[in-house]
């Protein structure tokens, strides 16, 4: 058993004439210790997605299940990254990783334990005083993502946690947390628009189609890791899911799945 199965989700908004079906029926399973990244044209549906699962807002129909039970409304066993980080600025780095512990009445022993592990983590021991306005943008993004893992969830999600930054700071972001993820062995599941971003971290990446949110493609990255941005397969990756996100690659499905299982890789299925 997958430990998220979002099941036929249905989401609209509006009504009459007015109605805009975002989710025609959704289905998605993320199992756990992957990490599987979301692909999709903008206004697709992945935000509603991500928090439906998260459980910030209502489906009209389907359901979220997590380890086998049905999910609701929102809970710490999934941590959510929000694209502007979302840190309280009034809080230092401290405060805002102890925050979640305080919330979930964490014993302030192991509060304290997990917090210095976490800012070990992410770079940021010795750093815990200062305040968000102090901190740089890479800084801030390490710090939301630790928040977010400070009370284990089971899965974190997250909503282009990279956006912000730029190229350069986006590679070594990708890194580090590419290595916070592998060493907290977390489940993960990320919305991203950036192609190179979703190979290089991900073991799977799902595809999005601007209608209805149908799931397009469903790929494995078969690559170890860290991954080798240069290396022939990884392009090869990467130009694969350009092509299948630009339609190229749509009318060559069975070309795909001859090609990838003729290279021993049996990495593309595509939901046609
Ligand atoms: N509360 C809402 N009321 C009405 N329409 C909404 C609401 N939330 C989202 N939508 C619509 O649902 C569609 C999907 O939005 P969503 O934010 O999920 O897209 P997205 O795939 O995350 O896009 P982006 O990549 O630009 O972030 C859009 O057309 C959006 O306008
Ligand atoms: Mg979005």
């Not at 399973?29 to 990490?35: A, D, I, L, M, R």
Request: hydrophobic share 40%; glycine share 8%; net charge neutral.
């Amino acid at each position: 058993m997958a430990l998220l199965e979002a099941q036929d989700i249905h989401k609209y908004f509006g009504s009459g004439s007015q109605k805009h079906i975002v989710l025609g029926g959704v289905s998605l399973q993320v199992e756990e210790g992957q990490f599987v990244s979301l692909l999709g044209p903008s206004g697709c549906g992945k935000t509603t997605l991500l928090t439906i699962i998260a459980g910030f807002q209502k489906a009209n129909g389907g359901s979220i299940l997590l380890d086998g039970h049905l999910v609701t409304n929102a809970g710490p066993e999934r941590g959510f990254v929000f694209q502007n980080y979302a840190l309280f600025p009034w809080m230092n780095i401290r405060d805002n990783i102890l925050y979640p512990m305080k919330q979930q009445k964490m014993s302030s022993a192991e509060r304290e334990r997990r917090l210095s592990e976490l800012l070990e983590l992410a770079g940021l021991t010795g750093k815990d005083k200062l305040y968000p306005h102090q901190l740089s943008g890479g800084m801030k993004q390490r710090t939301a993502v630790v928040r977010a893992l400070a009370c284990r969830p089971k899965i974190l999600l997250m909503d282009e946690p990279l956006g912000a930054v730029d190229f350069q700071m986006r590679q070594r972001l990708q890194e580090e947390l590419e290595d916070i993820f592998m060493r907290d062995r977390a489940t993960v599941l990320m919305v991203t628009h950036d192609v190179e971003e979703a190979v290089y971290m991900s073991d799977r990446v799902v595809v999005m189609s601007a209608l209805q949110g149908k799931i397009k493609a469903d790929i494995n990255i078969h690559l170890s890791r860290p991954r080798d941005r240069r290396s022939s397969e990884y392009r090869w990756q990467v130009n694969r899911i350009m092509d299948i996100i630009t339609g190229r690659q749509e009318s060559e499905a069975e070309e795909v799945s001859l090609e990838s299982s003729r290279s021993g890789q049996r990495m593309i299925t595509i939901a046609r």
